[in-house]
């Protein structure tokens, strides 16, 4: 099992070092290696997805990622800002699928800002489409046209991608509650009117799973009035960029949340949702918990260890029960701890 | 004072005659002709947006609408959808100018899914363009490329569009508490990165408004983490559209939410921030206030008549502090009302 590390900017490092070491305590035959993705590329290499990462990445099973980003990137010329290692990572090794679980965790049902009622026991899956959409569309760019800028990009589907998402948000659901809910704006843009279509068919292929739609203007609000009524949702890139970061945000709890981003055969690239959070970078204060959690589903999905994956998800509800909180989920009588003591309270629980 | 008024399909003409009935107790000198907008206009021309309103919409000062749409019409052909009135009306009559405010009425508060210390106060107003981006851009379609279908839609704006709604907003934030968010995805889109850049090119124009920058995905998630950060939101129309939407979902009482669309001169469609609710139309149930408040916004923004505006506004609190409700935002105590009552309740308030 070759897993290529790609710690990243920001808490990136910090996060990653407790995931890894999660990761080398199950005492897996695990080869683990370090390269650089995002602004610490760009700075010591020039490119923010360098030829040597391209080559570790392409060679191992999976990839586990810190976050990337920063602000003392964002004026850099596009194809030198952190952002473009993630998106060339993820077309590079195909990983079309983006599974984004939003999980409420019992004991931190008040970090949420909603109503405890509306949101206890919270588990969606988003299954978001991410190496197509108007994130990779061409033609794209800024030009001059009839005398002033004009700025344009592309957004477009194929039948054949949009039914691999699909399938992968239908077998989600088979393991789940059985319910997918596609959404797209089919009464305004054609592209996704192809979308709902092709979900249709789909759908025929999963007769005991229920196949409902919904307009992405509606889901925006139905996610905040009743998120508990969803399953699996699934949609495109960008859609999915804006729902997956809503509905993590119900949860109040974005520091405990994984992802995963699979290719065809379950190689996969496993992240936090959260980002680089410059602003508390190497403090030592970060959240490590949805790294770890992240390197347990790439346990699940690409190792097929379904065993170790629940060790370290068991290992987490149990520091959790034991009252160990970062600072982002802290509330008063519990135990605040650090990036390296929560890292130490889940491999003293494991 | 010319006015249009498009009942449309669903609650609409219940909605709208309870405005109606409001408007003709202010005793303004006010002309009203009704016509056919919408799946109603599809049933009896063939078209969502016949010539007919075309020529009533076009010589009127203002647009008043109920809603279109209802579940009869969805799978007709694109050109005979109700939703293809409203853009076509939109686009003919050139209002880029959407203002949505999200207000918490204090009596309400209760209704939303959020805990009353995040949205008590809530008063916010999204400033979403209209008749650009990717809801108008070509080219668009439906093909078929490599044998299969490939859907495909174009995102554009250029320098002047986005330069006259940011002033919309820059305007409206120096009548309320001078800040204004700009929403984009410029770390992946090249059209919204020219959004940023006239945004920032704009805001210096003005001063004394205090301008911030936001990407989409994390606008999303900030309107649920802390939606009072906000002031005035401003973006394009496809964001705009699923973030106008979930920031009145957080109030939980959208049924209480006008909306206004303006061109250039002040001439605008007004119409609640709700859709058509096909399940109690025709029932006399559905909450006629938004379009209510909405009449009030066209007294204030296209005839200026700031006086009769505020009646309409204060009429509408009194009600609610005399405990009428409609359903949707009925709580135990409270006078349950239906429609034609609730607009009883607003004329004896005037
Ligand atoms: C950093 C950015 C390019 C990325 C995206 O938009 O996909 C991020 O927001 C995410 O969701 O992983
Ligand atoms: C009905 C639809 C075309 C419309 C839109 O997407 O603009 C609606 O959702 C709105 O927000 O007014």
Redesign the interface.
Known sequence: MKICVLPGDGIGPEIIAEAVRVLKALDLKIEMEEALLGGCAVDATGSPYPDATQKLALAADAVLLGAVGGPQWDNNP?EQ?P?RGL?GIRKQLGLFANLRPAILYPELANAS???PE?VAGLDILIVRELTGD??F?QP???EV??G?????????????EIRRILRVAFEAAKKRNRKVCSVD?M?????????R??AIETGREYPDVELSHML???A???????PKQFDVMVTGN??G??????A???T?S?GMLPSASLDANNKGLYEPSHGSAPDIAGKGVANPLATILSAAMMLRYTFANEDAAGRIETAVKKVLAQGFRTGDIYEPGMKKVGTRAMGDAVLAAL
Chains 1, 2 share one sequence.
Request: hydrophobic share 40%; charged share 25%.
């Open positions: 596009r800002r952002e998106l800002t909603l109503k509306v108007i994130y569309g794209r760019g800024i046209r009839n002033e800028r004009f700025g344009f990009n592309t957004m477009h589907y194929t039948e054949s704006k009464n305004v843009l054609e592209c996704t009117q192809l979308w279509d092709v992405v203007d509606n925006a609000m139905q996610l905040v009035k009743n960008m859609f960029d804006i729902l997956s970061d809503e993590s945000m119900l109040g974005i």
